[in-house]
């Protein structure tokens, strides 16, 4: 009997809780087919992660627990999932559209014969078991629906866009994966991990983000978003031509090539408004542009508009945020 | 260094949403009068390719499957300082899904040349589907690095610096290898000098048909046996704008706050 097959990362048994997001789409596919769901967790360290999936209702968890499947090593994470493909016999595959599944998803599903479905935004199951796949295209510009047609086929979810399934413990079983994997012999090798330092919070998980875009004019203005993020206890973000000009770490992109993010509050200023862009912040619930352009596209999607230079309209902001919300 | 860079050609994809329609039939894009461009990070692997040769030697080749018109790309390519390129046209190469391209792509590269390095975007700025990088390192049983944004050579091998989330890690990959590519600050596609221009009319464009390549029109459409594309709809955004209007900067920046309160989010 095939299964719906949810593939994280693990390592010393951390398990992201966007991984965990996938649990939520697999299960309605799961109902909707009468499939069992099972999970794969890989990494050294693994093993310790499995009761996590055993609280959301994952009875069968396969761990590839292995010294050479460290973070980033994607050549070892590869292997790991094809053997956790032959064991679990999946009829999907979900992966996190990360940095991990947008280069192992695709590789996997060659394996497995060719479908897939990257970037899926949202899983629809309908009562006579038809699943459909959904993701942007065009640039945000229109979604495409995909039908399943037969398995296996492998789908990669991106991060932020499904909901954490309510939590139903059962007892499980964790079934080890034996993996024949020579470190020498893996065809890529991480040499360094460099990782970026947060002073409070992280962008994908900040309650408020401000973005600054090209509008803003350079590495400074950045500092005025910082001092405002700041007091919100958010964080900043940017379009992609100041990470592309180096004013901010390419990490700091949000759209459709950087980050999809969900805060309550998104304060997009010196932003267009290009649907690349928006494809990142549509899960905000309220969005605010601040543009000196009353014509700019982003005022077809912001909830509240502000038309003004940000230059001048930022700083008494921040001035009247500390005296009418205090700091 | 032997350089293959694939690319693709597609109507410009910073057209505002307003301007964007849908042919209902065929559910792809109508161009309209839009401009034909290289997708985007196309051009950022074309300029990683080009930094390679400038500091190595050697030679890069740029190829596309589309149809005649695409010509125009690869002429870019080429005033951007390819050295050859490759335009592999074929009317059944338009209906082929991504294991059909790649396999296609891989066909060609294995006929035409020996690369030591493969380079693809990190997503095609139309169909953003990520897949045809990573599916071609397969096809080929190469080594594969996604999202790379910069390539130093080093012991015969390869370091690429591969964007994550909160940072980026250096990878080491033997060659040959596949590469998608990612922007930033220093693969800026640079801007071809009319000279440029002049001499890429003179550079040799290679024309090959799927029959060149011994690829059947049957295997070109496989992914719909397990997937297929159902609909493309333009969705509906329906948000109306409240505009916080003022005579001065610090009365619309008092408003937004005590809105903003109201709307308990700050
Ligand atoms: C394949 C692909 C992927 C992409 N991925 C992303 C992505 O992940 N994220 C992303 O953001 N983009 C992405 N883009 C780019 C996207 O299409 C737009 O080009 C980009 O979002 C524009 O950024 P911007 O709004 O900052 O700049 P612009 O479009 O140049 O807008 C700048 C705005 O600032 C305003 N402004 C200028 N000065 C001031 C001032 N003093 N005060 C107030 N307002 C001012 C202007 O009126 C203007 O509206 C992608 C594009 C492609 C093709
Ligand atoms: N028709 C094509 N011809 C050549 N290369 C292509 C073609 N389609 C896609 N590619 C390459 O594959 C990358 C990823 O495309 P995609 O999988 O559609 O996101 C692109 O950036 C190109 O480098």
Same mark, same amino acid.
């Given at each position: 009997?095939?299964?719906?097959?949810?593939?994280?990362?693990?390592?010393?048994?951390?398990?992201?809780? +966007?991984?965990?997001?996938?649990?939520?789409?697999?299960?309605?596919?799961?109902?909707?087919?009468?499939?069992?769901?099972?999970?794969?967790?890989?990494?050294?360290?693994?093993?310790?992660?499995?009761?996590?999936?055993?609280?959301?209702?994952?009875?069968?968890?396969?761990?590839?627990?292995?010294?050479?499947?460290?973070?980033?090593?994607?050549?070892?994470?590869?292997?790991?999932?094809?053997?956790?493909?032959?064991?679990?016999?999946?009829?999907?595959?979900?992966?996190?559209?990360?940095?991990?599944?947008?280069?192992?998803?695709?590789?996997?599903?060659?394996?497995?014969?060719?479908?897939?479905? +990257?970037?899926?935004?949202?899983?629809?199951?309908?009562?006579?078991?038809?699943?459909?796949?959904?993701?942007?295209?065009?640039?945000?510009?229109?979604?495409?629906?995909?039908?399943?047609?037969?398995?296996?086929?492998?789908?990669?979810?991106?991060?932020?866009?499904?909901?954490?399934?309510?939590?139903?413990?059962?007892?499980?079983?964790?079934?080890?994966?034996?993996?024949?994997?020579?470190?020498?012999?893996?065809?890529?090798?991480?040499?360094?991990?460099?990782?970026?330092?947060?002073?409070?919070?992280?962008?994908?998980?900040?309650?408020?983000?401000?973005?600054?875009?090209?509008?803003?004019?350079?590495?400074?203005?950045?500092?005025?978003?910082?001092?405002?993020?700041?007091?919100?206890?958010?964080?900043?973000?940017?379009?992609?031509?100041?990470?592309?000009?180096?004013?901010?770490?390419?990490?700091?992109?949000?759209?459709?090539?950087?980050?999809?993010?969900?805060?309550?509050?998104?304060?997009?200023?010196?932003?267009?408004?290009?649907?690349?862009?928006?494809?990142?912040?549509?899960?905000?619930?309220?969005?605010?542009?601040?543009?000196?352009?009353?014509?700019?596209?982003?005022?077809?999607?912001?909830?509240?508009?502000?038309?003004?230079?940000?230059?001048?309209?930022?700083?008494?902001?921040?001035?009247?945020?500390?005296?009418?919300?205090?700091? | 260094?032997?350089?293959?860079?694939?690319?693709?050609?597609?109507?410009?994809? $910073?057209?505002?949403?307003?301007?964007?329609?849908?042919?209902?039939?065929?559910?792809?894009?109508?161009?309209?009068?839009? !401009?034909?461009?290289?997708?985007?990070?196309?051009?950022?692997?074309?300029?990683?390719?080009?930094?390679?040769?400038?500091?190595?030697?050697?030679?890069?080749?740029?190829?596309?499957?589309?149809? $005649?018109?695409?010509?125009?790309?690869?002429?870019?390519?080429?005033?951007?300082?390819?050295?050859?390129?490759?335009?592999?046209?074929?009317?059944?190469?338009?209906? !082929?899904?991504?294991?059909?391209?790649?396999?296609?792509?891989?066909?060609?590269?294995?006929?035409?040349?020996?690369?030591?390095?493969?380079?693809?975007?990190?997503?095609?700025?139309?169909?953003?589907?990520?897949?045809?990088?990573?599916?071609?390192?397969? $096809?080929?049983?190469?080594?594969?690095?996604?999202?790379?944004?910069?390539?130093?050579?080093?012991?015969?091998?390869?370091?690429?610096?591969?964007?994550?989330?909160?940072?980026?890690?250096?990878?080491?990959?033997?060659?040959? !290898?596949?590469?998608?590519?990612?922007?930033?600050?220093?693969?800026?596609?640079?801007?071809?000098?009319?000279?440029?221009?002049?001499?890429?009319?003179?550079?040799?464009?290679?024309?090959?048909?799927?029959?060149?390549?011994?690829?059947?029109?049957?295997?070109?459409?496989?992914?719909?046996?397990?997937?297929?594309?159902?609909?493309?709809?333009?969705?509906?955004?329906?948000?109306?704008?409240?505009?916080?209007?003022?005579?001065?900067?610090?009365?619309?920046?008092?408003?937004?706050?005590?809105?903003?309160?109201?709307?308990?989010?700050?």
């Amino acid at each position: 009997m095939a299964t719906i097959l949810v593939i994280a990362p693990a390592y010393e048994g951390h398990v992201g809780r +966007t991984s965990l997001e996938l649990l939520g789409g697999a299960r309605r596919i799961g109902e909707a087919r009468g499939m069992e769901v099972v999970a794969a967790l890989l990494g050294k360290g693994a093993g310790a992660a499995a009761s996590q999936m055993w609280q959301y209702g994952v009875k069968r968890v396969y761990v590839a627990d292995h010294p050479s499947i460290l973070l980033g090593e994607l050549e070892a994470f590869y292997l790991a999932s094809l053997e956790a493909c032959r064991a679990a016999n999946p009829g999907v595959v979900l992966l996190l559209a990360d940095s991990v599944g947008r280069e192992v998803g695709p590789r996997l599903a060659h394996r497995l014969g060719g479908g897939i479905v +990257t970037e899926c935004i949202d899983v629809q199951a309908g009562q006579d078991g038809e699943v459909t796949f959904l993701r942007p295209v065009y640039g945000g510009k229109a979604i495409a629906t995909y039908r399943l047609v037969n398995f296996p086929v492998v789908v990669t979810v991106k991060p932020h866009t499904m909901e954490v399934p309510a939590e139903m413990p059962v007892s499980g079983e964790t079934i080890p994966l034996e993996l024949s994997m020579d470190p020498e012999g893996l065809k890529t090798r991480v040499l360094e991990v460099v990782s970026e330092e947060v002073t409070g919070v992280k962008l994908e998980d900040a309650p408020v983000v401000v973005g600054g875009g090209r509008g803003i004019g350079g590495p400074e203005g950045f500092q005025l978003l910082g001092e405002l993020a700041r007091l919100l206890k958010g964080a900043v973000g940017a379009s992609r031509p100041p990470a592309d000009a180096g004013w901010v770490p390419p990490t700091w992109q949000i759209g459709q090539t950087g980050k999809t993010i969900r805060p309550d509050l998104y304060i997009a200023v010196g932003i267009s408004g290009a649907t690349q862009h928006i494809a990142g912040v549509s899960g905000a619930k309220v969005v605010v542009a601040i543009n000196k352009d009353p014509e700019a596209p982003i005022f077809k999607v912001a909830h509240l508009g502000v038309v003004a230079d940000y230059r001048k309209v930022i700083p008494p902001l921040i001035q009247k945020i500390k005296e009418i919300v205090g700091t | 260094m032997e350089i293959v860079v694939c690319l693709k050609q597609i109507v410009d994809p $910073e057209i505002p949403a307003s301007e964007f329609r849908l042919d209902p039939v065929t559910k792809r894009q109508i161009r309209g009068s839009h !401009a034909l461009v290289i997708s985007t990070y196309d051009e950022n692997a074309l300029e990683v390719a080009l930094q390679l040769k400038e500091k190595q030697g050697g030679k890069v080749t740029a190829v596309t499957i589309g149809e $005649e018109q695409a010509t125009e790309a690869l002429r870019k390519a080429l005033a951007m300082g390819a050295d050859s390129a490759v335009l592999i046209s074929d009317p059944p190469l338009l209906e !082929a899904d991504d294991l059909g391209k790649a396999r296609v792509l891989a066909r060609a590269i294995r006929k035409l040349t020996t690369p030591d390095l493969i380079l693809c975007g990190c997503e095609s700025a139309d169909w953003v589907s990520r897949i045809v990088g990573p599916f071609l390192a397969e $096809e080929l049983g190469l080594p594969c690095v996604t999202f790379g944004t910069r390539i130093e050579p080093r012991d015969g091998k390869i370091v690429v610096r591969r964007i994550v989330e909160d940072g980026y890690h250096l990878v080491e990959a033997a060659l040959p !290898a596949v590469v998608t590519i990612a922007s930033d600050e220093t693969n800026t596609p640079r801007l071809p000098k009319v000279r440029d221009i002049m001499a890429a009319v003179k550079k040799p464009i290679t024309l090959l048909r799927m029959a060149d390549l011994g690829i059947e029109p049957g295997s070109l459409k496989e992914m719909e046996g397990r997937i297929v594309l159902q609909d493309v709809a333009i969705p509906v955004r329906e948000a109306r704008c409240e505009f916080i209007e003022g005579d001065t900067p610090e009365e619309q920046a008092e408003r937004l706050v005590l809105r903003l309160k109201e709307l308990k989010v700050i």
